[in-house]
């Protein structure tokens, strides 16, 4: 009797050991999940956000010496967040576009509204703030990051939506 309950009790210590380490491993994918294939997240942490801005005040205006409005504040509080300097490329959005496909660019700004044409190329974030249009209808801003990034992705919806108001 005494053999068989000690048996038994290892075999529940060694089931409990295996279903720790089951939930450990877990615990690490989890922490890798949402992932960046091509790690712009950790590329860009510490070092440079290059970011495309295409003009369209108030959210992006280009008229001065650097790019300014709310957009690019946003923008650089995001990249202050991360500890990483901003290279700014100003163009119009086709073109922004395709640098970020190209892998050219790690951010796409400059008043983009959710009904944008660009989601087969670029992952918008989810919308952030709400707009008026002339015709008195209201849009959603959204913000262009390259496809399957999410890492990246989540970090800066994180941001977005801790600072937006």
Request: aromatic share 4%; glycine share 8%; proline share 6%.
């Amino acid at each position: 009797m005494w053999a068989s309950r000690s048996a038994s009790g290892r075999a529940v210590r060694l089931g409990a050991l295996a279903m720790s380490a089951s939930l450990l491993a877990g615990c690490a994918l989890i922490e890798a999940i949402p992932a960046d294939p091509d790690g712009t997240l950790e590329t860009v942490s510490g070092s440079v956000l290059e970011v495309g801005v295409s003009p369209n005040p108030p959210f992006t205006d280009v008229s001065g010496d650097a790019p300014e409005g709310t957009e690019v504040t946003l923008v650089e509080s995001f990249a202050a967040s991360i500890d990483a300097e901003i290279s700014w490329t100003v163009a119009g959005e086709e073109e922004l576009v395709q640098q970020l496909t190209n892998g050219e660019l790690d951010l796409v700004i400059g008043g983009i509204t959710d009904q944008t044409p660009w989601v087969t190329h670029a992952a918008p974030t989810r919308a952030y703030a709400d707009t008026e249009e002339a015709d008195g209808s209201t849009t959603k801003l959204v913000m262009l990051t390259p496809m399957g990034e999410n890492a990246f992705l989540a970090a800066l919806e994180r941001h977005l939506d801790e600072v937006s108001p």
